[in-house]
């Protein structure tokens, strides 16, 4: 497309540059969202604009804010912007679109369920390194859904990229399949859980994290200019939401830290955790991993990779009721539910989900067996996760649209 267009596919109004990212939107905290696009060229006045709907309780007219964006230079073509939307406050609506000086985006609009409301999350993981597979899988959400349907959300627990640092990766893997598949990126904000692809494993400096950079915790925009943040010092990849009826807690399986354990145990501890109807938790590698490549499994160390999920914080989401754990790392689904433990106070159930089925090379071979997975898929796959007010329902399906799994809890 070359600067004298004026509009493709209705999504985007050109006039001497392009857009070559649509935005891309994180749940950032319970009332913000982080927002990332990019352009091909520098952008002057780049800025996010938003708007929300009048509430039930408030049927006057909504404020408009105008959040001017962060830049960052990635390399002579590809220029990238953020910025954070809210507070949204009790808005049922949110709506935005990012402009600069000669151009804009579509209006895209972002729906807010009450905890009563149903609630639709698109689980998917592990789609790196195959996109034709990832756009298939794709493909079969959307029939799933069903035409002029959105999830409100997509949890991705991780490795969305198998090469963080090249920047074709991030387009070839993961913009270009969502958005081909009907851009559920732009509406259903993602929470998104660190692989160990989408990342430096060290979290140091300039370690490629160019566009999943949603810095939990800093709440302004201001803030993403701190200097910890542009010279790649501030991470934290550990976070909680509340989505309908459920709480969700989000960690770094990669990088375990005295912190991370603290902000873990202190949110299972929580109110909000504790008072939700279904309380889960997700990270990238399992607790329980039962396929994997043999060598690298045995003589590389990758056995040891999750070793502190699994004996850290797996005895904390028994003693604290948490009720499904989910997760990827594993390239094929597996499911098992157990009985907790007698350290917590309801003697209940306890769901484990591997979910690495979106795209990525298949892992075939057995290196363990933990006795505890009831059903297991070797082939790719997605799940629509749907909350509504007492009841949860998990359906898995693969490329075909089959049903390979499914259960429900009902409180």
Not at 49 to 73: G, H, I, L
Not at 329 to 354: C, E, F, L
């Given at each position: 497309m070359?600067?004298?267009?004026?509009g493709l596919m209705d999504?985007?109004v050109i006039i001497?540059h392009?857009?070559q990212k649509l935005?891309?939107?994180?749940?950032?905290?319970?009332?913000?969202y982080?927002?990332?696009?990019?352009t091909?060229?520098?952008?002057n006045?780049s800025?996010l604009?938003?708007?929300?709907d009048a509430?039930?309780?408030?049927r006057q007219?909504s404020a408009y804010?105008?959040?001017?964006?962060?830049?960052?230079?990635?390399?002579?073509?590809?220029h990238?912007y953020?910025a954070?939307l809210?507070?949204?406050?009790?808005?049922?609506?949110?709506?935005?679109r990012?402009?600069?000086?000669?151009?804009s985006?579509k209006?895209?609009?972002?729906?807010?369920r009450?905890?009563t409301e149903?609630?639709?999350?698109?689980?998917?993981s592990?789609?790196q390194n195959e996109?034709?597979?990832?756009r298939?899988?794709?493909?079969?959400a959307?029939h799933?859904?069903?035409?002029?349907?959105?999830p409100?959300?997509?949890?991705?627990?991780?490795?969305?990229?198998q090469h963080?640092?090249?920047?074709?990766?991030?387009?070839n893997?993961?913009f270009s399949p969502?958005?081909?598949?009907?851009?559920?990126?732009?509406?259903s904000?993602?929470i998104?859980?660190?692989g160990n692809h989408?990342?430096?494993k060290?979290r140091?400096p300039?370690?490629?994290?160019?566009y999943?950079?949603?810095y939990?915790?800093?709440m302004?925009?201001?803030?993403?200019?701190a200097?910890?943040?542009?010279?790649?010092?501030y991470?934290?990849?550990?976070h909680?939401i509340?989505l309908g009826?459920a709480r969700?807690?989000?960690?770094?399986?990669?990088c375990?830290?005295a912190?991370?354990?603290?902000?873990?145990?202190r949110?299972l501890q929580?109110e909000a955790?504790?008072s939700?109807r279904?309380?889960i938790?997700?990270m990238?590698?399992?607790?329980?991993?039962e396929?994997w490549?043999p060598?690298?499994?045995?003589?590389?160390g990758?056995?040891h990779?999750?070793?502190h999920?699994?004996?850290e914080?797996?005895?904390l989401f028994?003693?604290?009721?948490?009720?499904?754990?989910?997760?990827?790392?594993?390239?094929?689904y597996?499911?098992?539910t157990?009985q907790r433990?007698?350290?917590?106070?309801d003697?209940?159930s306890?769901t484990?989900?591997?979910v690495g089925g979106?795209?990525?090379g298949l892992?075939?071979v057995r290196?363990e067996?933990?006795?505890?997975?009831?059903?297991?898929?070797?082939d790719?796959?997605f799940?629509?996760?749907e909350i509504e007010?007492?009841?949860?329902?998990?359906?898995?399906?693969?490329?075909?649209?089959?049903?390979?799994?499914?259960?429900?809890?009902v409180?």
């Amino acid at each position: 497309m070359n600067s004298t267009v004026l509009g493709l596919m209705d999504d985007w109004v050109i006039i001497s540059h392009r857009f070559q990212k649509l935005p891309m939107v994180f749940e950032h905290g319970q009332e913000h969202y982080y927002i990332v696009w990019e352009t091909s060229k520098p952008a002057n006045e780049s800025s996010l604009e938003w708007w929300t709907d009048a509430t039930s309780s408030d049927r006057q007219s909504s404020a408009y804010y105008v959040v001017e964006a962060q830049y960052k230079m990635l390399d002579k073509s590809h220029h990238r912007y953020s910025a954070i939307l809210g507070p949204v406050g009790l808005a049922s609506k949110v709506h935005y679109r990012c402009t600069t000086s000669t151009a804009s985006t579509k209006e895209y609009t972002i729906a807010r369920r009450s905890k009563t409301e149903l609630t639709r999350i698109l689980v998917i993981s592990d789609n790196q390194n195959e996109d034709d597979i990832f756009r298939q899988v794709l493909t079969a959400a959307q029939h799933h859904y069903g035409r002029g349907i959105v999830p409100d959300a997509i949890l991705h627990a991780g490795d969305s990229v198998q090469h963080a640092e090249r920047l074709e990766d991030w387009k070839n893997q993961l913009f270009s399949p969502l958005e081909d598949a009907g851009g559920y990126q732009h509406r259903s904000p993602m929470i998104f859980v660190s692989g160990n692809h989408d990342h430096d494993k060290a979290r140091t400096p300039d370690n490629w994290n160019v566009y999943a950079d949603m810095y939990q915790g800093i709440m302004t925009t201001e803030g993403l200019g701190a200097p910890e943040v542009v010279n790649g010092k501030y991470h934290r990849f550990y976070h909680a939401i509340s989505l309908g009826s459920a709480r969700i807690i989000s960690l770094d399986a990669e990088c375990p830290s005295a912190e991370q354990s603290a902000f873990l145990e202190r949110e299972l501890q929580s109110e909000a955790f504790q008072s939700a109807r279904f309380r889960i938790v997700t990270m990238h590698i399992a607790p329980y991993i039962e396929f994997w490549d043999p060598y690298t499994w045995n003589e590389k160390g990758e056995k040891h990779w999750g070793e502190h999920v699994r004996l850290e914080y797996d005895p904390l989401f028994r003693q604290y009721n948490v009720d499904l754990v989910i997760s990827g790392h594993q390239h094929n689904y597996q499911r098992g539910t157990v009985q907790r433990n007698s350290k917590s106070a309801d003697v209940g159930s306890i769901t484990y989900a591997i979910v690495g089925g979106a795209g990525g090379g298949l892992d075939l071979v057995r290196v363990e067996d933990w006795s505890m997975y009831s059903v297991t898929y070797l082939d790719h796959h997605f799940v629509s996760l749907e909350i509504e007010n007492r009841e949860l329902r998990w359906t898995a399906k693969n490329r075909a649209g089959d049903i390979i799994d499914h259960f429900s809890i009902v409180r």
